[in-house]
């Protein structure tokens, strides 16, 4: 008895089959393949990308450190530049010396000038007038103004002087005697200025307000003179009714504008009132 025949057409299905199974197991490594090189094409894509951000970030820092060590530097420098060279102090450093020189020039400072006046023998009370002044000795009747390179003493005509006349009442040589010990504690010049109101004045003695100013300040600084007050250091004014102090349509302002101020002068504010 022999055996049956194997059919062609199965055999045939059968390699088909085989055949393609095999081609999808190829295109299954193909794509994986091609996955992994797509994944690892993606990683270098942003490796590339991420990495002129780091070196810019890293540059960005050192920038920002230089920057904060220079102005330090520069400041540091400015410092030493205003402190100045004292007695006995070493010099700077020769690496700090051209850097010094351009932050600031020599003379700029206001540390420089101030060098610049103690060298020519000028001392602080050159410069303001109430240093060393005892006016915490002065009554009520004496008002104090301070001004830039000046300071005022401020007397009331009401207390001076009788109405329309020059000649010093005892109030007055009370109050000027206080006075007298605060003037002679400087050595500035001192500018005695009469003051009226506006009401002429028509007289045989004082024609104006002119002559009746000017002859209350000469009054003011003959005493002064005759108790100890160098004549040198004075010169008196007559300045009538140009300078009120506040309207003279009242009683109480023509009052307030009727005074006598003594001046005191740094040599600076003398030499800008001469000018």
Do not use: C
């Not at 088909?16 to 690892?40: F, G, I, N, S, V």
């Amino acid at each position: 008895m022999t055996e049956p025949l194997e059919s062609p057409a199965i055999g045939s299905v059968g390699a088909a089959r085989k055949a393609l199974l095999e081609r999808q197991r190829q295109l299954e490594q193909e794509l994986a393949q091609a996955r992994q090189a797509t994944h690892m094409a993606r990683r270098q894509t942003a490796n590339a990308v991420r990495e002129p951000d780091s070196e810019e970030e890293a540059e960005g820092w050192l920038i920002t450190y230089l920057d904060m060590m220079t102005l330090l530097l520069v400041l540091l420098v400015v410092m030493l530049a205003f402190a100045g060279k004292g007695k006995g102090a070493g010099e700077l450093p020769q690496s700090l010396k051209p850097l010094s020189e351009g932050v600031l020039p020599a003379g700029s400072g206001l540390l420089e000038q101030a060098g610049r006046s103690l060298r020519n023998g000028e001392s602080d009370s050159t410069s303001n007038p109430l240093q060393g002044l005892p006016v915490d000795q002065l009554g009520k009747d004496i008002e104090v103004i301070v001004k830039e390179g000046s300071v005022s003493f401020r007397i009331s005509s009401e207390i001076l002087f009788s109405s329309a006349q020059a000649d010093l009442s005892l109030e007055g040589l009370r109050v000027l005697q206080q006075l007298v010990p605060v003037l002679n504690s400087s050595r500035h010049d001192i500018v005695v200025v009469g003051h009226t109101d506006s009401l002429p004045i028509r007289s045989a003695r004082f024609p104006s307000n002119w002559e009746l100013s000017g002859a209350r300040a000469g009054s003011v600084a003959r005493y002064l003179e005759s108790n100890g007050v160098a004549r040198q250091r004075m010169r008196a004014v007559g300045f009538a009714d140009t300078r009120p102090l506040v309207d003279n349509s009242t009683l109480e302002g023509r009052a307030s504008n009727r005074r006598v101020e003594l001046i005191l002068e740094t040599p600076q504010a003398a030499k800008m009132s001469d000018d």
